[in-house]
C-alpha cells in the first residue's frame, strides 16, 4: 500500500474514531471570472471540513480538459486538500488519456474519478472512441497499468439509463472494482430506501468497496428536474410539492433544500452510512450548512470546544 494510501486510511480511521462521518466535494470548472471566484470562495470555505478529496469534473467531450487541469493542480501544489480530477473515455485515444495520468501523477495527483463519460452534446449516443477505452473498466485497468492510483468510479442505483437491466448495473460496478477501484459514488437520488436496497444488493454480489451516496443539495428545482430526467433519477411527488410556488422566492429555496438535504444524509447515517459525497455546484453554502448537521465541522472549532 502507497504512503499516500495509508496516510488517508488513517485520516478516514480517526475520523470514525470521532463519530464524525468521511465527505467529498465535486466541483466544476468555471466559464467565466465571476464563476471562478465562486469557485475559489467555495474550495476555501469548505476546506476546514477536511474532505477526503474535492473531485473536479471532465466536460463531456473533453472539452474541459486544460481547465480542469489546471483547477485540480492548483488545489493540489497550494491547499491541504486532495485533488481528485475527473477522466473519462470519450474523445481522446487510449495513449492520449494514459499521457494525462502520467501527467497527473508527476503532478502528485493520486486519486482519479474514473467514468466512460456522456456522448458530446447533440449526439444522443455514445460510441467508443476508435482506438480508445471503451468504457469504465477499461479506463480502469489503464489507470492502474500506469501507477497505483486510488480510483472511484461511478454507479446508478436506479439504473444507467443504458444498462439493459439492474442486475447488468450490479455486475458492471463489480468489474469495475475487481478492475481496481477503490470506491463507488452514486448518482444523486432522493429516494433513501432506494439507495439502501441498492447498497444490500451490492453486498450480495460480492461488491466490498464502499458505495457512497452522492447528495444535491437543490439549488434551483427547475434545473435538477432536468438533470433528474438525463440520468434516470426519480423525482417523488413530495419533493416537487416542497420547491411549488419557490423559483422567484430564493431565501425560502435554500432553507427548503437545506432542510431536504440533511433529512436524506440524517436518514442515511442512522442506517450507518458514514461516507458522503456532495456534488456542491461549485457553491459551499448548502454542502456547509448539511455538513454541520452531520457533525461534519471545522477541526480547529471543534479541538477549541473539546
Not at 156 to 175: G, M, R, T, V
Not at 206 to 235: D, E, H, N, W, Y
Request: hydrophobic share 40%; charged share 25%.
Amino acid at each position: 500500500m502507497s504512503v499516500e494510501k495509508l496516510k488517508d486510511q488513517l485520516g478516514n480511521n480517526l475520523a470514525r474514531l470521532r463519530g464524525r462521518p468521511t465527505v467529498s466535494f465535486e466541483f466544476f470548472p468555471p466559464k467565466d471570472e465571476t464563476m471562478e471566484r465562486t469557485l475559489w470562495e467555495s474550495v476555501e470555505r469548505l476546506s476546514p471540513l477536511q474532505p477526503r478529496f474535492v473531485s473536479v469534473t471532465y466536460g463531456a467531450d473533453g472539452s474541459t480538459r486544460a481547465r480542469t487541469h489546471n483547477i485540480v493542480t492548483r488545489i493540489q501544489k497550494t491547499t491541504a486538500l486532495t485533488a481528485a480530477p475527473h477522466l473519462t473515455c470519450v474523445g481522446a485515444p487510449r495513449e492520449e488519456i494514459l499521457d494525462i495520468a502520467r501527467d497527473y501523477w508527476a503532478n502528485g495527483i493520486r486519486h482519479i474519478v474514473a467514468l466512460r463519460g456522456d456522448p458530446p452534446q447533440g449526439t444522443g449516443k455514445y460510441d467508443p472512441h476508435p482506438g480508445g477505452f471503451a468504457y469504465a473498466v477499461d479506463l480502469v485497468r489503464g489507470l492502474k497499468s500506469v501507477a497505483d492510483f486510488e480510483i472511484s468510479v461511478a454507479t446508478y442505483p436506479e439504473i444507467h439509463p443504458e444498462a439493459p437491466s439492474a442486475d447488468f448495473e450490479l455486475q458492471n460496478l463489480k468489474a469495475k472494482i475487481d478492475a481496481g477501484a477503490d470506491r463507488a459514488i452514486t448518482q444523486f437520488f432522493f429516494d433513501t430506501d432506494l439507495f439502501l436496497r441498492y447498497r444490500d444488493q451490492c453486498a450480495a454480489a460480492g461488491i466490498k468497496a464502499s458505495i457512497v451516496p452522492g447528495i444535491l443539495p437543490i439549488t434551483r428545482f427547475p434545473q435538477m428536474f432536468k438533470m433528474a430526467q438525463r440520468c434516470g433519477t426519480s423525482v417523488p411527488d413530495w419533493l416537487a410539492h416542497r420547491f411549488d410556488g419557490l423559483d422567484d422566492d430564493a431565501d425560502t429555496r435554500r432553507l427548503i433544500a437545506a432542510s431536504v438535504a440533511i433529512e436524506q444524509v440524517q436518514a442515511l447515517q442512522r442506517h450507518g452510512v458514514d461516507e458522503f459525497h456532495f456534488y456542491t455546484l461549485n457553491r459551499a453554502e448548502l454542502s456547509y450548512a448539511i455538513c454541520h448537521a452531520l457533525g461534519v465541522r471545522p477541526v480547529l472549532a471543534q479541538a477549541a470546544t473539546a
